[in-house]
């Protein structure tokens, strides 16, 4: 059982350059998210998906796409990169599709540097 | 924006001793969660804790919730070196699926 995956682990880009996040998970969870990690701060929403099929934007979704390929995977593509979309990239996913939210389960990041 | 705000930012004891920290958000919540982080890697979930309840244990775990406060603590108690890790709180306020609002992080530090 291997959680939640993503791939690559770590990317470097150039500015203007595109690019899709890989994530899939084993769990059998309806809900799954992309978040992002910057220095010193604590992790914010980019867009998620309650359900296969359905995606929605988080706080932060400029700049960025999403696919829900099916239920075990969900991709995060920058169409072109920018400086300000260097981060760590964490994706999610849980178990419910609503009421009370469930715990989330993490991958282990995406490290993207653009220049 | 940031809904939960721990405090302190950075926190170093001595092994053996416990560790509190604090989060504070600003609108209400449906539950709370609290999550380690180690350096470079992804996050841990602790505890969930629902907004009806107000206090929930697990291991050497304590976190309380007042939601007259916003605010929650987590207790570590008899610290150990693998305990050092960043500490997250993160709040569910819409619909379960919509995703969760995560602070900054409280950074602790055991020293052995």
């Known amino acids: 059982n291997a959680g939640v995956t993503q791939t690559p682990k770590f990317q470097v880009l150039k500015t203007g350059q595109s690019m899709t996040l890989q994530c899939a998970q084993d769990?059998?969870?309806?809900?799954m998210y992309w978040y992002r990690q910057d220095p010193g701060m604590g992790l914010r929403l980019i867009y998620y998906?309650?359900?296969?099929?359905?995606?929605d934007k988080g706080e932060v979704p400029n700049g960025y796409n999403v696919s829900r390929l099916n239920k075990r995977e969900f991709s995060l593509r920058l169409e072109s990169a920018a400086p300000s979309q260097t981060s760590v990239y964490f994706c999610?996913?849980?178990?419910?599709?609503?009421?009370?939210?469930?715990?989330?389960?993490f991958g282990p990041g995406t490290r993207l540097t653009v220049t | 924006s940031q809904q939960g705000e721990e405090d302190p930012q950075a926190l170093s004891i001595q092994e053996g001793e416990n560790a509190t920290m604090n989060c504070s958000y600003k609108t209400s919540i449906n539950n709370l969660q609290w999550y380690r982080q180690n350096s470079g890697r992804g996050l841990v979930h602790l505890i969930l804790?629902?907004?009806?309840?107000r206090e929930k244990h697990s291991g050497r775990l304590r976190v309380t919730l007042d939601t007259s406060k916003k605010s929650s603590s987590l207790l570590i108690t008899a610290s150990r070196a693998a305990d050092t890790a960043s500490y997250f709180c993160?709040?569910?306020?819409?619909?379960?699926?919509?995703?969760?609002?995560f602070g900054k992080g409280t950074h602790l530090i055991i020293q052995p």
């Open positions: 993160a709040t569910d306020a819409g619909g379960g699926a919509d995703g969760l609002t």
């Open positions: 769990m059998n969870h309806n809900s």
């Open positions: 804790i629902r907004s009806n309840e």
């Open positions: 998906s309650a359900s296969e099929g359905t995606t």
């Open positions: 999610a996913s849980s178990e419910g599709t609503g009421g009370p939210s469930y715990e989330q389960y």
